[in-house]
T-cell receptor, first 112, second 114 residues
Framework: KQEVTQIPAALSVPEGENLVLNCSFTDSAIYNLQWFRQDPGKGLTSLLLIQSSQREQTSGRLNASLDKSSGRSTLYIAASQPGDSATYLCAVIKSGYSTLTFGKGTMLLVSP | KAGVTQTPRYLIKTRGQQVTLSCSPISGHRSVSWYQQTPGQGLQFLFEYFSETQRNKGNFPGRFSGRQFSNSRSEMNVSTLELGDSALYLC?????????????FGPGTRLLVL
């Protein structure tokens, strides 16, 4: 059974810092990995999707990497801003259809 | 293009009652998936519908059921509510429900069971 772990569970940083969020998964036979953002009481917003054949994806200040062989992904946020405060979730898809297996998330607080 | 919409946004029920939640996917999307989010268990997959057929199912009891209509709108039903069913229920849509597609989530329905 696929298990997804996110470390740390919570992170507090001052504005302007670069930071790394970690995601690990037990079964390396994944099809792709997706990072999401969730604001309190809200739904999920897709940030980046990395196909299993890719090593990384970038969108603005966000960069996500994927190492299938070691079962790890990282989300790098450059020059953090208070508006980045949210819970960040990673999810993996094993194959075929689109069922997502989620980690429990990292709650990020960026203080001004 | 309008996003995924879910109704109602908030719901309060008592134990033993049943509830129906609705999800309208992005126009053109034929796959709808449902997830339950609780503080203890995180996000867990309930089921996925494509072209009015349940294509995949998570590990939830039979009290949880769903359906999809010809316009791709989906409903999920929970019968005989228990306190532990209190959660945020999220639906997601994608064009074909294939692994390479981005999932787009709605704002969720927050259910409180008293």
């Amino acid at each position: 059974k696929q298990e997804v772990t996110q470390i740390p569970a919570a992170l507090s940083v001052p504005e302007g810092e670069n930071l790394v969020l970690n995601c690990s998964f037990t079964d390396s036979a994944i099809y792709n990995l997706q990072w999401f953002r969730q604001d309190p009481g809200k739904g999920l917003t897709s940030l980046l999707l990395i196909q299993s054949s890719q090593r990384e994806q970038t969108s603005g200040r966000l960069n996500a990497s994927l190492d299938k062989s070691s079962g790890r992904s990282t989300l790098y946020i450059a020059a953090s801003q208070p508006g980045d405060s949210a819970t960040y979730l990673c999810a993996v898809i094993k194959s075929g259809y689109s069922t997502l297996t989620f980690g429990k998330g990292t709650m990020l607080l960026v203080s001004p | 293009k309008a996003g995924v919409t879910q109704t109602p946004r908030y719901l309060i029920k008592t134990r033993g009652q049943q509830v129906t939640l609705s999800c309208s996917p992005i126009s053109g999307h034929r796959s709808v998936s449902w997830y339950q989010q609780t503080p203890g268990q995180g996000l867990q997959f309930l089921f996925e519908y494509f072209s009015e057929t349940q294509r995949n199912k998570g590990n939830f009891p039979g009290r949880f059921s769903g359906r999809q209509f010809s316009n791709s709108r989906s409903e999920m039903n929970v019968s005989t509510l228990e306190l532990g069913d209190s959660a945020l229920y999220l639906c997601a849509s994608s064009p074909q429900g294939l692994a390479g597609e981005t999932q787009y989530f709605g704002p969720g329905t927050r259910l409180l069971v008293l």
